[in-house]
């Protein structure tokens, strides 16, 4: 089955810096590669995604990139601000199936 | 659009009571319907995959009898714990999909066992 790693598990950045959380996967199957945001008490927040026919993908200041080569992706975030502190999960999945889990990013943005 | 919403938010059950869970997606028609669990400082753990219609699919070591799961609707599936114990307490959490492959999570209900 796919097995999903997520690194860093806690990332503390100073507001305005850039802020990268880097998730590996496994299985090669994997074509779809979603970024939820959590905060606490509230269910994930899907805040980016992006298909294996895409090497990247961005939306104002957070970008994702994929290399299906490495079988890697990460989460990029510009210009951080507080509101962005949160727990950050990355996943795969395969043709809409189960979801696999990255482990989580606890990410703090110091005013 | 795709906003998933959870009833209720949070419940205090009492230890051998049932709590029913209700997930509803408020602007789509959801294909699939997924129950997660999750512990404090955790990631997500799948429970179960429901489609309309159909009964419920449950991750191995997830007991079916006690996880009544039903998916009536292409817009409504509940999750009812049956004789709830201290060890059952937890952040409940439950997606949508379009059937595109995204999920969309509603709020969570936060479930405590006394």
């Known amino acids: 089955g796919e097995n999903v790693e997520q690194h860093p598990s806690t990332l503390s950045v100073q507001e305005g810096d850039s802020a990268v959380i880097k998730c590996t996967y496994s299985?090669?199957?994997?074509?779809?590669f979603p970024w939820y945001k959590q905060e606490l008490g509230k269910g994930p927040q899907l805040i980016i995604d992006i298909r294996s026919n895409v090497g990247e993908k961005k939306d104002q200041r957070i970008a994702v990139t994929l290399n299906k080569t490495a079988k890697h992706f990460s989460l990029h975030i510009t210009e951080t601000q507080p509101e962005d502190s949160a727990v950050y999960f990355c996943?795969?999945?395969?043709?809409?199936?189960?979801?696999?889990f990255g482990t989580g990013t606890s990410l703090t943005v110091i005013p | 659009g795709a906003v998933v919403s959870q009833h209720p938010s949070w419940v205090i059950c009492k230890s051998g009571t049932s709590v029913k869970i209700e997930c509803r997606s408020l602007d789509f028609q959801a294909t699939t319907m997924f129950w997660y669990r999750q512990f404090p400082k955790q990631s997500l753990m799948l429970m179960a995959t429901s489609n309309e219609g159909s009964k419920a699919t449950y991750e191995q070591g997830v007991e079916k009898d006690k996880f009544l799961i039903n998916h009536a609707s292409l817009t409504l599936s509940t999750l009812t714990v049956t004789s709830a114990h201290p060890e059952d307490s937890s952040f409940y959490i439950c997606?949508?999909?379009?059937?595109?492959?995204?999920?969309?999570f509603g709020p969570g209900t936060r479930l405590t066992v006394t």
């Open positions: 996943a795969a999945s395969s043709y809409g199936n189960q979801f696999y």
């Open positions: 997606s949508a999909s379009r059937g595109a492959g995204e999920q969309y």
């Open positions: 299985d090669s199957a994997s074509n779809y």
